[in-house]
């Protein structure tokens, strides 16, 4: 008996196991919590640290679900200086910046991954 057997495969018992994509979503989503709990809890800036959930949905995820999780790094980012009231500080707006210019590069990767693939597959 297979725990862990690819899905579909004849006779088998147990569960399949979860896609790369599934797995690269849970990470991506317990990045951006746990860089949210870090920020709210020490005085560390983890502003540039939010853009590793896009860069992480790009090397699995298609561009749509690499640019929700780009959003939600942008909206954490410019939500973390609130948290701070650094919104007035150069620093600040300049890592705001790198976090959207990461993302944007993000996006553009995962597309450029997935037109990849499905040229080597067909």
Do not use: N
């Not at 920020?39 to 749509?64: I, K, W």
């Not at 790094?73 to 009231?85: N, R």
């Amino acid at each position: 008996m297979k725990l862990l057997a690819p899905a579909g495969e004849p006779g088998t018992t147990g569960r399949s196991r979860p896609s790369a994509e599934h797995v690269a979503t849970a990470v991506m989503i317990l990045c951006l919590v746990l860089f949210v709990v870090v920020h709210a809890t020490t005085d560390m800036m983890v502003v540039s640290l939010f853009s590793l959930a896009p860069l992480v949905a790009a090397t699995v995820a298609d561009e749509r679900r690499t640019a929700v999780f780009a959003g939600a790094a942008v909206a954490l980012a410019i939500g973390a200086g609130g948290l701070d009231d650094a919104t007035g500080s150069v620093t600040y707006w300049t890592s705001v910046a790198v976090v959207c210019a990461i993302c944007a590069m993000a996006v553009v990767v995962a597309g450029m991954r997935r037109r990849r693939e499905e040229r080597l597959a067909g």
